[in-house]
């Protein structure tokens, strides 16, 4: 006799672990990488079956056993798969702890927007290209910032290839450019001329109230140290003797406390050379420091640049000095009013101008900057201009 053939109400053969329940769905059962018995359902057995009315729309079951039995192949852990985007990246960020301060408060802050919109709680098996890109879609219609939506994204496309390298999913759904969904409208990086630089510290000098900026910005301005190194800076840090400021690490101040920190990147331990006027704004600012207090900070003390109170300033208190002050400029200036100007600018501006010293390479301005990439570098003497090209015209000679 021959063995009777498994069929569905319909008469169709039924394959090795399909079975049909009483209410018409279809059920498969098969052994996972774990070992144990897993199950798929769907209202379909096949494309050409329809949905039974008042019922969503699912995959056919055999589209689903060819997907299992490939991630079988393959040695996908379908388990894995079927945690939360959530998880995936609390998963992510435990095994990766050893993060500054700053990266901490980062990564609460964007589980938080997880947390709150619905691909947070999507099992990353089911994410696809189109729900990261609806994602940030989202994100922008919120409010966020490009650049803001580019560098959580960068974080989201890190977990993915965390669940990849555990053989949870196949592809990484944030794997695409973000200007191809979303328009980048971040305001390109404007380096002051000399011409506005002279006019607000000639400002700076006879004005009472920011002549005690004129210092710090004469110092950022020629040496392009970032505004936590300037503000993290003691006596110790100077080489007189030799002309060099050694950075070895920047001042951060948080929630009413201060700490130091490492360098942005490896690269920020680095010497930078001092001109004549960055070694006078030091030594005038040493002798305003009458009202020091006696503080230490992780073993740091002797800051050169301090608040009223005698302790040390701090990047967020320097950059809203430098907004009432150009805020005042302009009201004076209405006819040629400078720019939006914070300590970044300075910084930007010292590269700028020295990129464009014939004598000195993109190396060693990579040194001086602190730059871990040396792209960022070769960016800087990428830019150009009419009157920089009619100078390089006239020196030609062919």
């Given at each position: 006799?021959?063995k009777?053939?498994?069929?569905?109400?319909?008469?169709?053969e039924?394959?090795?672990?399909?079975?049909?329940?009483?209410d018409?769905?279809y059920?498969y059962?098969?052994?996972?990488?774990?070992?144990?018995p897993?199950?798929e359902s769907?209202?379909?057995?096949?494309?050409a079956?329809?949905?039974?009315k008042?019922?969503?729309?699912?995959?056919p079951?055999?589209?689903?056993?060819k997907?299992?039995?490939?991630?079988?192949?393959?040695g996908?852990?379908?388990?894995?798969a079927?945690?939360?985007?959530?998880r995936?990246?609390?998963?992510?960020t435990e095994?990766?702890?050893?993060v500054?301060?700053?990266?901490?408060?980062?990564?609460?802050?964007?589980?938080?927007?997880?947390?709150s919109?619905?691909?947070?709680?999507?099992?990353?098996?089911?994410?696809?290209?189109?729900?990261a890109?609806?994602?940030a879609?989202?994100?922008?219609e919120?409010?966020?910032?490009?650049?803001?939506?580019y560098?959580h994204?960068?974080?989201?496309?890190?977990?993915?290839?965390?669940a990849?390298?555990?053989?949870?999913?196949?592809?990484?759904p944030?794997?695409?450019n973000?200007e191809?969904?979303?328009?980048?409208?971040t305001?390109?990086?404007?380096?002051?001329?000399?011409?506005?630089?002279?006019?607000l510290?000639?400002f700076?000098q006879?004005?009472k109230?920011?002549?005690?900026?004129?210092?710090?910005f004469?110092l950022?301005l020629?040496?392009?140290?970032?505004?936590?190194?300037?503000?993290?800076m003691?006596?110790?840090?100077?080489?007189?003797?030799?002309?060099?400021?050694?950075?070895?690490h920047?001042?951060?101040?948080?929630?009413?406390?201060?700490?130091?920190?490492?360098?942005?990147?490896?690269a920020g331990?680095?010497?930078?050379?001092m001109?004549?006027?960055?070694l006078?704004?030091i030594?005038d600012?040493?002798?305003?420091?009458?009202?020091?207090?006696?503080?230490?900070?992780?073993?740091?003390?002797?800051?050169?640049f301090?608040?009223?109170?005698?302790l040390?300033?701090?990047?967020?208190?320097?950059?809203t000095?430098?907004?009432a002050?150009?805020?005042?400029?302009?009201?004076?200036h209405?006819?040629?009013?400078?720019?939006?100007?914070?300590?970044?600018t300075?910084?930007?501006?010292?590269?700028?101008?020295?990129?464009?010293?014939r004598?000195?390479s993109?190396a060693?301005l990579?040194?001086?900057m602190?730059h871990?990439?040396?792209?960022t570098?070769?960016?800087?003497?990428?830019?150009?201009s009419a009157?920089?090209?009619?100078?390089?015209i006239?020196?030609?000679?062919g």
């Amino acid at each position: 006799m021959s063995k009777k053939l498994r069929e569905d109400e319909n008469g169709r053969e039924l394959y090795r672990g399909e079975t049909q329940r009483k209410d018409g769905s279809y059920v498969y059962k098969y052994i996972g990488a774990d070992g144990k018995p897993k199950y798929e359902s769907s209202w379909r057995l096949t494309k050409a079956d329809k949905i039974p009315k008042g019922k969503r729309k699912v995959k056919p079951l055999r589209e689903i056993e060819k997907e299992i039995q490939r991630d079988l192949m393959d040695g996908i852990n379908s388990t894995g798969a079927e945690m939360t985007v959530c998880r995936l990246f609390q998963k992510h960020t435990e095994l990766n702890p050893n993060v500054r301060e700053s990266t901490k408060k980062g990564r609460k802050w964007l589980l938080k927007i997880l947390q709150s919109d619905k691909i947070g709680n999507m099992r990353i098996k089911k994410v696809k290209p189109s729900d990261a890109k609806a994602w940030a879609i989202r994100m922008k219609e919120k409010g966020y910032s490009y650049q803001t939506v580019y560098n959580h994204k960068r974080f989201l496309k890190a977990i993915f290839y965390t669940a990849m390298e555990d053989d949870f999913i196949r592809k990484n759904p944030f794997n695409w450019n973000l200007e191809d969904v979303i328009k980048n409208d971040t305001e390109s990086k404007t380096a002051l001329t000399n011409e506005q630089a002279d006019k607000l510290l000639s400002f700076m000098q006879t004005d009472k109230t920011y002549r005690k900026l004129y210092n710090a910005f004469m110092l950022l301005l020629n040496t392009g140290l970032r505004i936590s190194e300037l503000c993290g800076m003691g006596i110790k840090d100077i080489d007189f003797e030799n002309g060099y400021i050694h950075v070895s690490h920047q001042l951060i101040f948080e929630n009413g406390t201060y700490r130091i920190e490492p360098p942005k990147t490896k690269a920020g331990v680095r010497e930078i050379p001092m001109t004549e006027f960055a070694l006078k704004a030091i030594k005038d600012e040493m002798q305003n420091r009458k009202n020091a207090q006696p503080v230490k900070i992780d073993g740091h003390s002797d800051f050169i640049f301090l608040n009223k109170k005698g302790l040390p300033m701090y990047g967020v208190a320097y950059a809203t000095e430098f907004s009432a002050m150009i805020k005042k400029y302009n009201k004076s200036h209405e006819e040629e009013p400078l720019p939006k100007i914070s300590p970044h600018t300075l910084r930007h501006t010292y590269c700028t101008n020295m990129a464009k010293n014939r004598d000195l390479s993109a190396a060693d301005l990579q040194i001086i900057m602190g730059h871990e990439n040396i792209t960022t570098t070769l960016g800087y003497y990428a830019h150009g201009s009419a009157k920089s090209a009619k100078a390089a015209i006239k020196t030609w000679r062919g």
